[in-house]
């Protein structure tokens, strides 16, 4: 495979892991979001790793894990998001280019303790927190598609908080 049939590869793939993301992210079911979302962040460590970007790959492949390890609602949810936010600060500070380095840390710790303390409406508020770090970064590193991504999914959670909370009221969703 040349080097540009693995370049459109790469992007193929991760175009299949933002779709797959974001059509989690309409879900008004917080299990099936997460489960969903962490199946685009495995595609997503796929694009990655195609694309010989490994700390992308690694991260990606560690937020799906703790997206699914995040379902468990037992006591040991407190442990278990510092444990993966301490291994994101882990990871991100070996990779620190600059204090922009510390913006996606921030998103990631953010959505860590999202997914493993919150639900529902709280839980998409968190998200849409999370998502402002990362397209601020994606700015910077001048990533189009970053930035795309970033607000295309504050655009689909803020849609997905007015779903749950219309059927938290029993109200009709227009054109139904």
Not at 69 to 93: A, C, E, G, M, Q
Not at 111 to 129: E, K, P
Not at 138 to 144: E, I, L, R, T
């Amino acid at each position: 495979m040349s080097a540009i049939d693995l370049w459109l590869t790469a992007q193929v793939v991760g175009a299949i892991a933002i779709a797959v993301s974001y059509g989690a992210m309409l879900l008004s079911n917080d299990k099936m979001h997460v489960k969903g979302t962490a199946a685009g962040a495995l595609i997503d460590a796929v694009h990655w790793l195609l694309l010989a970007a490994y700390t992308g790959a690694v991260l990606a492949f560690l937020i799906a894990i703790r997206m699914l390890v995040s379902l468990n609602n037992d006591y040991r949810k407190i442990i278990t998001s510092v444990v993966f936010s301490v291994l994101f600060v882990f990871v991100s500070l070996l990779t620190w280019e600059n204090i922009y380095s510390f913006l996606p840390m921030s998103g990631t710790v953010i959505a860590t303790f999202a997914y493993f303390h919150s639900s529902r409406i709280a839980l998409r508020w968190w998200l849409i927190v999370c998502n402002i770090p990362w397209i601020i970064y994606s700015v910077h590193v001048d990533s189009f598609p970053g930035v795309f991504a970033g607000v295309i999914a504050v655009a689909l959670l803020g849609i997905a908080i007015l779903k749950i909370k219309r059927l938290d009221t029993h109200e009709p969703i227009p054109g139904r």
